[in-house]
């Protein structure tokens, strides 16, 4: 989980296939980003509501020996 950098948002990531992001006001799911498998990791942007996450891709398989392939990828989370 990391929050954001006035720490109005929470992003959290699991072995759940999606990262959410909850207003810490009031509690409320904000936005949720759909993943293709697990998340290790998310950090924000630090001036920026930008957020950045890696995992692992259950959906692209690079060869026998490697079951799943790494993934990072970069999202804006739309302004309320």
């Not at 006035?6 to 509690?27: E, F, M, R």
């Not at 980003?33 to 398989?61: C, M, R």
């Amino acid at each position: 989980m990391r929050f954001n950098k006035d720490g109005a948002y929470l992003a959290t990531a699991s072995d759940k296939p999606w990262i959410s992001i909850y207003d810490v006001n009031d509690g409320k799911l904000v936005q949720r980003f759909n993943t293709s498998g697990v998340q290790y990791s998310v950090a924000w942007h630090p001036k920026k509501n930008i957020l950045a996450f890696a995992g692992e891709d259950k959906q692209e398989k690079s060869s026998k020996n490697d079951p799943y392939d790494g993934y990072f990828r970069v999202v804006g989370l739309s302004e309320k």
